[in-house]
């Protein structure tokens, strides 16, 4: 198969994508697509859930395995689309429709990555395609379900859009719900305890207070107030105020750590709604890396979220598109960046050595 005709194949295989709504816990019909296409190409294909994926057909026990991921759920079109988000429509090299970017790309060109080195039967290494569902909620019957399922990996690409550069770090996430307690009286005398108050002061700190510890990669770790809820009537001093805290945190601490911090310095009482979503690093000597680099392509930490937070092993986040376009109204991809894409996921394959653990 030349680049061509992976590269019209996966674009066909996107407007199939695209024309069927996958919403995160709703991914049966591209689910099917994606088992149908397999299957009808002559792969040993498997299904758990809504997550689709399969073995290259010589597996070798012995050999290190490679994962190749993206998912094929979507978030919920955003307001403002000026054109339909279920109906795929090309203008000169752009190809609109909702998860066109993020991550309908990543993902089709992965998957004819896979189909390119699929009956090949002198690999170094063992590969794993698996198209996954329920990322944009980092669910539990996504890529979490599934991992235990494949056995020990290696190292996993995760098909993101990130321009074909390298993401070898990702910020980590933690949502906080804080919640002040106070003492309820009436407005008009000096009564009770204002929630509301005690809440601000907390807030106030947070707002102000710097992590030491900086990332050269990932900056620093990024605590946000982002909803907070008081009151149920204006005469009424709130004996309750509730917020939450949006946490983005660095290699250099783990979510745990980052709350024991927020903890000890609040007077609310905090709750880690999950620790699960760490940063993740890939060192800068590693192979795939170092292939990388050889190819022209450079590295960079990404401080968005993406199912690399879920793997306990080595992960490079990389793909095509531009992560600024997604989640927003009338997204697109460029139909040359998925021929990049699957360019560049063949050149980083080829002679790729890893070692067993």
């Given amino acids: 198969m030349t680049i061509d005709s ?3 194949s996966a674009v066909e295989l996107l407007h199939q994508l695209i024309g069927t709504p996958s919403f995160s816990r709703e991914e049966e019909g591209t689910a099917a697509i994606l088992f149908a296409i397999l299957k009808d190409r002559g792969v040993a294909v498997q ?40 109906v795929p429509e090309v203008e000169d090299d752009q190809l609109f429709g909702l998860g066109s970017n993020d991550a309908g790309g990543p993902l089709v060109s992965l998957l004819f990555t896979f189909l390119h080195f699929y009956y090949r039967d002198d690999l170094p ?6 198209a996954t569902a329920e990322e944009e909620i980092s669910g539990a019957n996504g890529i979490a379900s599934l991992l235990p399922e494949l056995g020990e990996i290696q190292l996993g690409i995760v098909g993101e859009p990130t321009q074909m550069q390298m993401a070898i770090a990702e910020k980590g996430l933690m949502v906080i719900d804080g919640e002040a307690i106070g003492k309820s009286g009436h407005a008009a005398r000096d009564e009770g305890i204002n929630a509301l108050y005690l809440a601000l002061e907390d807030i106030n700190w947070i707002r102000n207070f710097q992590f030491p510890e900086v990332s050269p990669m990932l900056g620093p770790v990024k605590a946000t107030v982002t909803q907070i809820k008081a009151g149920t009537q204006h005469n009424v ?8 805290i949006d946490v983005r945190t660095n290699e250099l601490y783990s979510n745990w750590d980052a709350f024991t911090i927020l903890q000890s310095n609040t007077k609310s009482i905090l709750k880690a709604r999950s620790y699960r979503l760490n940063s993740s690093r890939l060192e800068e000597d590693h192979p795939i890396v170092q292939r990388g680099r050889s190819l022209g392509l450079t590295t960079f930490g990404s401080p968005t979220l993406s199912d690399q937070a879920l793997m306990a092993f080595p992960t490079l986040k990389i793909g095509p598109g531009d992560s600024a376009r997604s989640h927003t109204a009338d997204e697109y991809i460029r139909i040359s960046e998925i ?3 699957i360019a560049l996921y063949i050149q980083l394959m080829e002679g790729l050595k890893i070692e067993q653990a």
């Fill in 6 to 8: 992976a590269t019209q």
């Fill in 47 to 86: 299904q758990n859930g809504n997550n689709v994926w399969a073995r290259n057909k010589h597996w070798q026990d012995g050999l290190p395995v490679i994962l190749l991921n993206s998912h094929h759920d979507t978030v919920k079109p955003a307001s403002g689309y000026s054109r339909d988000p279920f």
């Fill in 125 to 130: 290494y063992n590969l794993i395609l698996a």
């Fill in 237 to 244: 001093v709130p004996d309750r105020c509730d917020f939450v």
């Fill in 339 to 341: 021929r990049e894409g």
